[in-house]
């Protein structure tokens, strides 16, 4: 059974102060993992989508890697606008079911 | 290009009634997805539609959860009769798998169900 822990839980940074949350996982054959961003009362928004370990992608303030055990999602000079809970999610070959598995989530909050 | 749309947003409803939820994922986006969050607890897989059939019901918690698709589009999501632990938000998503990779799921805004 595919596993996602997430760390820390929750995170407060101040403004442009650089840091970086953790994903770590257990799936049997990774097809891909998944970063969203969900803020309060809405759904889950697609970030990025990482294959293979050694990959990295960029967006603006946010650099995703990836290993074979563990995904970190780096944030640079953050801004209030970031505050959010950012989810991973994993999608595997022998993971035995057709969706993502989640993470419990990061909640960020990014003080001015 | 509109999202995928979940309504209603919120639904309150007493222990033993029945409830509908709909999802209206992207336009020609095949896979379709039902995901529940239940309080403290991390966003879990329901059910996977492809077109309008189910491949993938692993996930449902028990029988008194009906999903449908019929035609391929909008999907419901029935509970009949509903009990206190059905409470939480329910999240829908949508796909186009294409060559066989994995393909993002794009999340719409939930529906959040409380049972009283």
């Known amino acids: 059974e595919d596993q996602v822990t997430q760390s820390p839980e929750a995170l407060r940074l101040q403004e442009g102060e650089s840091s970086s949350l953790n994903c770590s996982y257990t799936v049997s054959g990774l097809r891909g993992l998944f970063w969203y961003r969900q803020d309060p009362g809405k759904g889950p928004e697609f970030l990025f989508t990482l294959y293979s370990a050694g990959e990295e992608k960029e967006k603006e303030r946010l650099k995703a890697t990836l290993t074979k055990k563990e995904s970190f999602l780096h944030i640079t000079a953050p801004k209030p606008e970031d505050s959010a809970t950012y989810l991973c999610a994993v999608f595997s070959w022998g993971g035995g079911a057709d969706g993502l598995t989640f993470g419990k989530g990061t909640h960020l909050i990014i003080q001015p | 290009e509109a999202g995928v749309t979940q309504f209603p947003s919120h639904s309150v409803i007493e222990k033993g009634q029945t409830v509908t939820l709909r999802c209206d994922p992207i ?90």
């Open chain 2, 27 to 116: 336009s020609g986006h095949d896979n379709l997805y039902w995901y529940r969050r239940v309080m403290g607890k991390e966003i879990k897989f329901l059910l996977h539609f492809v077109k309008e059939s189910k491949q993938d019901e692993s996930g449902m918690p028990n029988n008194r959860f009906l999903a449908e698709r019929t035609g391929g589009t909008y999907s419901t999501l029935k509970v009949q009769p509903a009990e206190l632990e059905d409470s939480g938000v329910y999240f829908c998503a949508s796909s186009q798998e294409w060559q066989g990779v994995t393909d993002t799921q794009y999340f719409g805004p939930g529906t959040r169900l409380t049972v009283l």
